[in-house]
């Protein structure tokens, strides 16, 4: 499919996405992730961190700074960040 056929995620479909992939990762029910807690209060270190990256670079189909989530430490920072960053690149 081309890419203007794609719909630019939003940062909500992106929290989704990310609690989900979080959760995952930290082997955590997807309800005990709240997007507003910072994801280092939840365990998820460096490893983890760069293993987020390469899923979201593999689901969204970009190149992806790790420093994004140190910026950004919360899947609601982070989701709005990503969606910025999506649309300006659209």
């Known amino acids: ?11 909500e479909s992106l929290a989704r996405w990310l609690t989900d992939c979080v959760a995952t990762h930290l082997e955590r029910p997807v309800d005990t992730i709240d997007p507003t807690v910072p994801l280092s209060n939840y365990g998820l ?28 430490p919360t899947v609601d920072a982070l989701s709005k960040a990503l969606a910025e960053e999506l649309a300006l690149n659209d």
């Open 1 to 11: 499919m081309p890419e203007s056929d794609l719909e630019t995620p939003t940062a």
């Open 45 to 72: 270190d460096s490893l983890h961190a760069l293993s987020v990256i390469a899923e979201l670079e593999d689901h969204l189909d970009i190149s992806v700074d790790p420093t994004v989530m140190w910026d950004n």
